[in-house]
């Protein structure tokens, strides 16, 4: 909880890492958030509790050394935190606002029946079917092993500052205190042979869905029995072995793409997060992932859909930074972007016909193959974190809305995209803007500075009788702008040409974009004088 609470510039980094990366909660961390450890309702004490006032509350239930739950223990929690009028103002009981985190040291759900079914009442969980793995929008099953030790390595340790010291040390004793003998000896690898043996004591289901579950259920079990046993900690690593067999190959082919990257694959999901190790302080802490590769979806006889994404955190300011410097490289390469939960995200989208595990293994290696040859992530992650301050020009920097700044980037890019090789387009140094070669000389295409409040592309290098050719064609437009003279301290009036798109309340985002990119089409073939 300590870790959790803890915020830079407005922004609670490890909760978010935490619930956003690992579990998958979508939740907002806007406002204010409240950290309390046995919080106390009547002669009950709920282990960990994080809530921001009427907005949400988690329910975090810690049972690390095995202990069992009270009868319908979880039940009461949820019933006293969604009535507590301090968390709630109105005290109706905000059920849909509650959420759990069952935490125990190797992931097994609650056996407890009442609150089973009083998750399952207030929606935490799905209906529970029996012999299968609990599930729901709000509810996740962490454990130490799969969820908190990756999440301190991968995570928490690498985004300390250097000058944090204390903390950095800290961090550093209990991950190795986790991963030591007496807890998960996580360095004991198992051998060829013991994973052999093991496979020879129990026999799987050919449906990998199926054998994941046995598999899973058995470490469960195992984990139960004698909880500091070297030995026991041993078999636990070697029924992890056999679990991640399916995703052999595909791991391999990732490990060959993801050099600097640490992969964590347990029963439930395989993670894939990318953390360059020189990333130190720089600008706009990045980290690559894939997700999510659950067993269920890799093993979907429906088409579906794999996201890679490359996350920007830091503050507004250090995630604008970044968008202006690489945005339109990474739109360039099939990258979308979206501002949530106070990260910026560029996600890589991978339709498949099938999930990756039903497909042959020769296809399963081309297709990743062509996937990492496409989207690049060492290449682009070694260039993100070497130059993380960019090269676009100093005009470009003065657009602060990063939403907007993506909007222009993704303009640029599909223009980019639909006239390279027939109008001989090129990327403008510092990867701002297009380049075209006209008869009279090169024009400039880049984002219009002084008016972010509509999508205009300035066109820089034209002749008088370019600007009066698109203006006649209503391609692009001339209009007077204020800029700063720094020498008088005073600020002179003079004239842009360029490519506007006329906006009313109805028009979309989308439609603005389509109407920049005909509308920039259409002048470079006036430019061109094609038709």
Known sequence: MQLLRFCEQGHYVFLESLLHNRFGFELALTDTVHFECEKAYDSDRLDGLIYSVNQFAIIIENKVNGAKLGTNQLGKYIDAVSSDKDIFADGTGSLDKVWVVYLTRDGNDPEDQPSIQAMAAAGIIDAPVTGEFIAGPRYVSASYREHILPWLEQDVYPMIRNNCQEMSAGVMQY????????????????????????????????????????????????????????????????????????????????????????????????????????????????????????????????????????????????????????????????????????????????????????????????????????IVPCTVMKRLVSSLAGDCTQQYLNINDTEKVGMYQQALADIYAAGREEFGLRLAPGHDGLLLDTATGEVLMTPATENVGRMVIELSGLTDEQRQKLTEQSLAQEWFIDLPDYRTNTRIRTTVFGIEVPLNIRTTLQQTLNSTVERGIGAIKSLLGKR
């Open 175 to 374: 991950i190795c205190y986790l991963k030591g003998a007496n807890f998960f000896d996580m360095n004991d690898t198992p051998l060829n042979d013991e994973v052999t043996w093991l496979k020879s004591q129990v026999t799987l289901p050919d449906d990998p869905v199926k054998s994941n579950k046995m598999l899973h259920q058995f470490y469960v079990d195992c984990a139960r029995e004698c909880p500091n046993d070297p030995a026991k900690n041993r078999l636990l690593n070697v029924i992890s072995a056999v679990a991640q067999e399916p995703m052999q190959l595909a791991m391999q082919v990732t490990r060959s793409h993801f050099a600097m990257c640490q992969i964590w694959q347990h029963f439930t999901y395989n993670y894939i997060n990318m953390r360059p190790t020189e990333q130190n302080d720089a600008q706009g802490r990045i980290y690559f992932s894939w997700y999510p590769l659950g067993m269920n979806r890799l093993t979907s006889a429906d088409p579906i859909q794999y996201t890679f994404a490359i996350n920007v955190l830091g503050s507004d300011q250090e995630r604008c930074v970044f968008a202006k410097s690489h945005g339109l490289m990474l739109h360039l390469m099939g990258y979308t972007q979206e501002t949530k939960n106070n990260k910026l995200v560029y996600r890589y989208q991978v339709p498949m016909r099938k999930g990756l595990l039903l497909l042959p293994l020769d296809e399963q290696q081309q297709l990743l193959q062509d996937t990492y040859n496409r």
